[in-house]
Each structure stands twice: as structure tokens, then as C-alpha cells.
């Protein structure tokens, strides 16, 4: 698999490719700095005025690093699927070797950072449920109105693992109608279209 790049940052890590195998062993290690501290203007400014260039252009040529070292982890590329992407990209042999030591070397880690970052969703622990039903009231003699209620365990996976407990109470009929749609909601979860728009933005 060949890793896609965005245009702007497609052209901001095309920045690098004009440099020398000792320069972008630099921007390296601008871009691990980024990906610790976040952006350092300071040594992007003493960067530009080594190589002559705008800070800005540094700023940017790190931004473009980074994000290629991002999407790589973010596609879970192999170690030749990258240096594949990084030889389209139109880096030489010496400079592919320097990548590809960056990214063997960091891409646990930034997954790890990729997955602590992510959006966490409760997710289900545990459930009880008791069936009840009312067989008469002071306006109706003679009914009978079957209640299902449930206790749904929730654990905040953001949380601690805390768990939160959710009292829901309904009919049969409505909860018939919930289990069907929830069952086709699986179905369409499993079919090619979702399956290729997951991969899409994994």
C-alpha cells in the first residue's frame, strides 16, 4: 500500500526533498521536537537563518514530516510500505534510509499517543433487567401493561474504567422494534461500503 497525501502537505514535505541526507537528519529532529513539545518557533527561526530560507518554510516542512509520519502510523503502514511511499514521494535512496529508521523507531510510540488522543466512547459492561407487569390501577380494573426494565452498565473507558449505571424502562413491542433496528445497524455495519469508508478515515 502507497501511503496518499493531501496536496498542501504532499508539497510541504516535497520541501524536503531538496535538501541534503545531513539536513533532513535535522528536520528529524525538529519533527521528534514537534511531536513532543509541539511547535518551537525559536529553532525554526535559527533553522531558516542556517539555511537561508524563511522561518515559515521550516515551520512548514516540519508540519509536512510530522503529518507524514502521522498518516503512516494512522494506515499502520509495514516498514516497506513506507519506504515504498517515501521513494514515490520522490526522496533518494540515503534520504529513504533516514525515514525509515525515524519511523521503525517512533511508530509504536506514536500510535500509542494516536490511541490515548482518540475519541473514547462508553462501552457496555453489564446489563439486568427485570420483567413487571401491571395487572390493574384505580381507573383501570382489569389490564394488563408487561414492563421491561434494564440496568445497563456503562463503563467510561476515559474514566478510570469508572461504571456508570443506566435505568431504562420500556414495552415489549418497543424493544422488539429496538432489537431490530440494532440488528440492522450490524448488518450495515458489516457490509463493503461501511467497511471501506472505516478504512478511509482510520
Keep these: 500500500m502507497l501511503l ?21 537528519q535535522d528536520f528529524c529532529k525538529l519533527a521528534l521536537d514537534y511531536l513532543q513539545k509541539g511547535p518551537n518557533i525559536k529553532l525554526y527561526n535559527a533553522a531558516a537563518q542556517k539555511l537561508e530560507v ?24 509495514s516498514s516497506e510500505d513506507f519506504r515504498d511511499s517515501v521513494i514515490a514521494l520522490g526522496f533518494s535512496e540515503d534520504q529513504e534510509t533516514i525515514l525509515s529508521k525515524l519511523y521503525d523507531v517512533k511508530k509504536d510510540e506514536i500510535l500509542d499517543t494516536l490511541t ?34 434494564l440496568d445497563l452498565s456503562i463503563k467510561n473507558t476515559d474514566k478510570d474504567d469508572s461504571i456508570e449505571h443506566v435505568l431504562l424502562q420500556t414495552d415489549p413491542n418497543n ?17 463493503q461500503h461501511i467497511r471501506r469508508l472505516t478504512r478511509m478515515i482510520k
Excluded at 524536503?16 to 539536513?23: A, M
Aim: with cysteine; glycine share 4%; charged share 25%.
Design 116 to 149: 490515548n488522543i482518540g475519541f473514547k466512547l462508553p462501552e457496555y459492561h453489564d446489563m439486568e433487567w427485570r420483567f413487571e407487569i401491571q395487572l390493574a390501577s384505580r381507573s383501570l380494573l382489569r389490564q394488563v401493561a408487561p414492563l421491561i426494565t
Design 4 to 24: 496518499t497525501l493531501k496536496p498542501d502537505h504532499k508539497k510541504h514535505v516535497l520541501l524536503l526533498t531538496e535538501h541534503t541526507p545531513q539536513v533532513l
Design 54 to 77: 524563511e522561518a515559515n518554510i521550516i515551520k512548514n516542512s516540519v508540519e509536512g514530516l510530522v503529518n507524514l509520519l502521522l498518516e503512516s502510523c494512522r494506515y499502520k503502514l
Design 175 to 191: 424493544l422488539l422494534h429496538i432489537t431490530q433496528e440494532l440488528e440492522e445497524a450490524l448488518q450495515e455495519g458489516h457490509s
